[in-house]
């Protein structure tokens, strides 16, 4: 088991993830991939769990999480607070290790990825491609964005601490029913909702002063036209690629 003491990052999610549960609901062409790249596990660790998106049908699936608000909107199955730098687990107690968009949340990168690798001989990761989402237009309406994401980690970090076997292109339909960042690529009016930017972690973090402008621009450019003529395409496209990565590692 891990050692050392991890500052929780409670806070950020018991402020942030009160919508979830409604906002953030599993994406079906996703938790296709996801149950597909876990087929044959039966002992699953949820590491970052939230409210237990994407957790397939297994025989043990058990979900980490520090939040206490995100556990307490978890559908079912079995939960402990806890942090990736640190699992409350033996090693190689289960069969795989999942986490979907949480490693760019943890204190200690390295150390979660190996704890990951020291409790399950398999690793299934959702991580977004940091400069594929940059070319994301939303970017445009929010420059910290950008700060923010170069400082995630794309395959080539995840690749560093785990032994990557496959990566996956997480192709985004544009009737997208999971609230992520990129989710409104081709229905740009949802972001002016605010529960979807509560659902957001870059969103919701944000100084609300920028927040506020930048919703503002977009709101100004959609009635103006601008938005529809620099973008417009969009709106009948069926699928994007703004990054987002499902990394298989470990052992097949």
């Not at 556990?71 to 289960?94: M, Y």
């Not at 969009?234 to 298989?248: P, S, T």
């Amino acid at each position: 088991m891990g050692t050392g003491t991890i500052k929780w990052g409670m806070a950020r999610y018991d402020t942030i993830g009160t919508g979830y549960s409604t906002q953030r609901l599993p994406e079906p062409s996703w938790q296709a991939e996801i149950d597909d790249a876990l087929s044959g596990c039966q002992r699953i660790i949820n590491v970052g769990a939230g409210t237990g998106n994407y957790e397939p049908k297994a025989e043990t699936v058990v979900g980490v999480e520090p939040s206490a608000t995100m556990l307490s909107q978890r559908r079912s199955g079995t939960s402990v607070q806890g942090v990736a730098e640190a699992l409350p687990f033996p090693d190689d107690s289960f069969d795989a290790a999942m986490g979907v968009l949480t490693v760019h949340h943890w204190s200690d990168r390295a150390a979660g990825l190996n704890e990951m690798r020291r409790v399950a001989p398999r690793q299934v990761i959702f991580v977004f491609e940091p400069l594929i989402a940059h070319n994301f237009w939303l970017t445009n309406y929010f420059g910290s964005m950008n700060d923010t994401e170069t400082n995630a980690p794309g395959v080539e970090d995840i690749g560093e601490h785990l032994h990557i076997t496959e990566v996956r292109t997480l192709w985004i339909p544009n009737d997208c029913c999971d609230g992520v960042a990129a989710a409104y690529w081709g229905r740009p009016e949802a972001y002016l909702d605010p529960a979807a930017q509560a659902s957001m972690s870059y969103l919701s973090m944000m100084e609300p002063d920028e927040r506020a402008a930048g919703i503002a621009r977009l709101a100004d450019d959609l009635k103006s036209g601008r938005w529809d003529h620099e973008h417009g395409h969009l709106r009948n496209q069926d699928k994007a690629d703004y990054g987002y990565r499902l990394v298989i590692a470990g052992a097949r």
